[in-house]
């Protein structure tokens, strides 16, 4: 019988770092342009709104394509897509660097977003089959880490190569970079050896799907996170034509810096968890619109070290509501518990796609006050979910104890 992998040992190590690896590259190249949006604005004389749709569409295109690789990789296997999802997510970068105009810019960030969603659900499937129970948690700790590393590396690179010499030679820059991990990953990730093919049941998918979206109580996280990111995302695209013009006149660079505040929500997930333990759930999602809430008004003091500080409490905040969200979805979801989840990803990434759409309005016509604005009324809509999510906290609280009491 072949054995699972077991925590701590060489073969863990290897896997959990190869997957690590895969985590760091997708993200990194999906949000690689967002310091640049000023620079495309200018590059090629398209609006703010335009120029987020390199990074809106490339969201949007994930949340589509994660169905479509979950029946693929369930039909075929896993680290196979995976070396092909990486490799073409790699010469997408490369050809990216050398476009002629936006248009074929933003044909490309769609195909490398199709290319690359194959990595995380794929990833997270191979986990669970190949990982031990104990070993299991600390590797999904671990790639989620990665998720935030990469992320944020991304943006830093993008920014300082951008100033150092041109958006285009950034793009090569990240080219190599991927070439890189794509080579450790082949040497690192051990073959799949539970795996076993079987046919997708695109039917049964469905009904699943279907049952999930008509569940009330999972509705509400499923409108919680894909708003939040909505906003979470708006935000972090437009400050960066905030705080390129005047009176601030920040570099690529600075501006590829402030995505450093990402780390509040590496801190946050962990708190989070820790919170929810001792309280509700619904009461946790409060707190983090609470925070998102005060961190929007902040940014309205035109200080960069105070929208810093912000931008900071806004990453705490939302990570904060998204962990608990989406633990809340894991903990209701009474049957097909991967599907709810991946319902949870699907609204979460098609949010963080529209959101640039919504605060652009806002934006063109009342600059950085209208995006406040704006994301304080999407905040007031998740309160009202929230409150929802307190009622279900209080029902079930109290049937548990009707049950107690029938006991005794």
């Given at each position: 019988?072949?054995?699972?992998?077991?925590?701590?040992?060489?073969?863990?190590?290897?896997?959990?770092?190869?997957?690590?690896?895969?985590?760091?590259?997708?993200?990194?190249?999906?949000?690689?342009?967002?310091?640049?949006?000023?620079?495309?604005?200018?590059?090629?004389?398209?609006?703010?709104?335009?120029?987020?749709?390199?990074?809106?569409?490339?969201?949007?295109?994930?949340?589509?394509?994660?169905?479509?690789?979950?029946?693929?990789?369930?039909?075929?296997?896993?680290?196979?897509?995976?070396?092909?999802?990486?490799?073409?997510?790699?010469?997408?970068?490369?050809?990216?660097?050398?476009?002629?105009?936006?248009?074929?810019?933003?044909?490309?960030?769609?195909?490398?977003?199709?290319?690359?969603?194959?990595?995380?659900?794929?990833?997270?499937?191979?986990?669970?089959?190949?990982?031990?129970?104990?070993?299991?948690?600390?590797?999904?700790?671990?790639?989620?880490?990665?998720?935030?590393?990469?992320?944020?590396?991304?943006?830093?690179?993008?920014?300082?190569?951008?100033?150092?010499?041109?958006?285009?030679?950034?793009?090569?820059?990240?080219?190599?970079?991927?070439?890189?991990?794509?080579?450790?990953?082949?040497?690192?990730l051990p073959s799949s050896?539970?795996?076993?093919?079987?046919?997708?049941?695109?039917?049964?998918?469905?009904?699943?799907?279907?049952?999930?979206?008509?569940?009330?109580?999972?509705?509400?996280?499923?409108?919680?996170?894909?708003?939040?990111?909505?906003?979470?995302?708006?935000?972090?695209?437009?400050?960066?034509?905030?705080?390129?013009?005047?009176?601030?006149?920040?570099?690529?660079?600075?501006?590829?810096?402030?995505?450093?505040?990402?780390?509040?929500?590496?801190?946050?997930?962990?708190?989070?968890?820790?919170?929810?333990?001792?309280?509700?759930?619904?009461?946790?999602?409060?707190?983090?619109?609470?925070?998102?809430?005060?961190?929007?008004?902040?940014?309205?003091?035109?200080?960069?070290?105070?929208?810093?500080?912000?931008?900071?409490?806004?990453?705490?905040?939302?990570?904060?509501?998204?962990?608990?969200?989406?633990?809340?979805?894991?903990?209701?979801?009474?049957?097909?518990?991967?599907?709810?989840?991946?319902?949870?990803?699907?609204?979460?990434?098609?949010?963080?796609?529209?959101?640039?759409?919504?605060?652009?309005?806002?934006?063109?016509?009342?600059?950085?006050?209208?995006?406040?604005?704006?994301?304080?009324?999407?905040?007031?809509?998740?309160?009202?979910?929230?409150?929802?999510?307190?009622?279900?906290?209080?029902?079930e609280e109290s049937t548990?104890?009707?049950?107690?009491?029938?006991?005794?």
């Open positions: 019988m072949v054995t699972l992998i077991e925590a701590r040992t060489k073969e863990f190590w290897r896997a959990t770092i190869a997957l690590g690896i895969a985590s760091f590259l997708i993200f990194a190249n999906i949000y690689y342009p967002q310091p640049l949006l000023p620079v495309f604005t200018n590059e090629f004389g398209v609006s703010p709104v335009v120029s987020s749709l390199s990074i809106s569409l490339a969201l949007f295109t994930l949340g589509v394509c994660f169905f479509v690789y979950s029946a693929l990789s369930d039909a075929i296997g896993r680290k196979n897509i995976m070396l092909v999802a990486m490799g073409l997510g790699t010469v997408t970068t490369f050809c990216i660097a050398f476009v002629p105009n936006y248009e074929t810019l933003i044909v490309l960030r769609v195909f490398q977003a199709a290319c690359l969603a194959g990595i995380p659900t794929i990833a997270m499937a191979y986990i669970g089959e190949e990982f031990s129970v104990k070993a299991l948690t600390l590797a999904i700790g671990v790639h989620i880490s990665a998720n935030t590393i990469g992320g944020m590396s991304g943006r830093l690179l993008s920014g300082f190569v951008t100033d150092l010499l041109d958006w285009r030679w950034a793009f090569i820059v990240m080219g190599v970079v991927s070439i890189i991990c794509f080579i450790l990953f082949i040497f690192l050896r539970h795996f076993q093919p079987q046919a997708f049941q695109w039917k049964g998918a469905l009904r699943d799907y279907t049952l999930h979206l008509k569940n009330p109580v999972l509705r509400y996280a499923y409108l919680i996170g894909g708003l939040h990111f909505f906003i979470f995302v708006g935000i972090y695209n437009f400050v960066t034509y905030l705080l390129s013009d005047e009176p601030f006149y920040l570099s690529t660079t600075v501006l590829g810096v402030l995505f450093l505040t990402y780390i509040a929500g590496t801190v946050s997930s962990t708190v989070a968890g820790k919170v929810s333990s001792t309280i509700k759930q619904s009461y946790c999602v409060a707190i983090g619109i609470g925070i998102m809430a005060i961190a929007v008004l902040v940014t309205l003091i035109a200080n960069v070290f105070v929208i810093f500080l912000g931008l900071l409490l806004l990453c705490f905040g939302f990570f904060f509501a998204h962990s608990v969200a989406s633990s809340w979805v894991s903990r209701h979801a009474s049957f097909a518990k991967a599907s709810a989840s991946g319902l949870y990803l699907t609204s979460y990434y098609f949010g963080g796609s529209l959101g640039s759409f919504y605060l652009g309005f806002f934006w063109h016509w009342w600059s950085w006050p209208g995006v406040v604005a704006g994301s304080l009324l999407i905040l007031v809509v998740t309160t009202f979910c929230m409150v929802g999510m307190v009622k279900i906290d209080r029902e548990a104890l009707d049950k107690i009491t029938a006991t005794r």
